[in-house]
T-cell receptor, first 109, second 115 residues
Framework: QKEVEQNSGPLSVPEGAIASLNCTYS??????FFWYRQYSGKSPELIMS????GDKEDGRFTAQLNKASQYVSLLIRDSQPSDSATYLC?????????FGQGTELSVKP | SAVISQKPSRDICQRGTSLTIQCQVD?????MFWYRQQPGQSLTLIAT?????????ESGFVIDKFPISRPNLTFSTLTVSNMSPEDSSIYLC????????????FGPGTRLTVL
């Protein structure tokens, strides 16, 4: 069973801090990795994709990928209360997206 | 990106009945998928909707329970048949857009409650 694992949280950080979200995956052959954000009662929206080892930055968001360790993370700098949501890690395997269980993030003012 | 619409947005249904959910996209699409998100859970892929042919179902999902149609590139339906309270979930349409590599986008979802 190919798996994508995330800590369910909740992860609570103060406003302005860095939030660090982590994800591990089981399929060594995976090449495409995604982070989605899902607000309560809404559908997932894509934040970032990453395909190569290393860091990829987009505004306050940085995705990090380490294929050797089968690990992908998302850093949110200067966290805002509006970042409070569930963050879903997704890995493409065999042409299909496999989702982790999501990490609930709460940013306290 | 694209505009992905789903109808209905929500419904409350009686046990034993069926509901058909529609998904319409306003851009060219290469692939369409249907997901289920049970309360407090992550997303589970039900099937890949194939244009003009039978959908490809994931383990644990069968055509008799979740018939899917995709008559053209930008439209698909998912039917939840002979519903039970365990079918209460959010059902999400997802697409790969032409020219957008392998980035998958989601529709707004259909919130189904079965009494």
């Amino acid at each position: 069973q190919k798996e994508v694992e995330q800590n369910s949280g909740p992860l609570s950080v103060p406003e302005g801090a860095i939030a660090s979200l982590n994800c591990t995956y089981s399929d060594r052959g995976s090449q495409s990795f995604f982070w989605y954000r899902q607000y309560s009662g809404k559908s997932p929206e894509l934040i970032m994709s990453i395909y190569s080892n290393g860091d990829k930055e987009d505004g306050r968001f940085t995705a990090q990928l380490n294929k050797a360790s089968q690990y992908v993370s998302l850093l949110i700098r200067d966290s805002q209360p509006s970042d409070s949501a569930t963050y879903l890690c997704a890995v493409k395997e065999g042409g299909k997206l496999i989702f982790g269980q999501g990490t609930e993030l709460s940013v306290k003012p | 990106s694209a505009v992905i619409s789903q109808k209905p947005s929500r419904d409350i249904c009686q046990r034993g009945t069926s509901l058909t959910i529609q998904c319409q996209v306003d851009s060219q699409v290469t692939m369409m998928f249907w997901y289920r998100q049970q309360p407090g859970q992550s997303l589970t892929l039900i099937a890949t909707a194939n244009q003009g042919s039978e959908a490809t179902y994931e383990s644990g999902f069968v055509i008799d329970k979740f018939p899917i149609s995709r008559p053209n590139l930008t439209f698909s339906t998912l039917t939840v048949s002979n519903m039970s309270p365990e079918d209460s979930s959010i059902y999400l349409c997802s697409v790969l857009l032409a020219g957008a590599a392998d980035t998958q986008y989601f529709g707004p979802g259909t919130r189904l409650t079965v009494l």
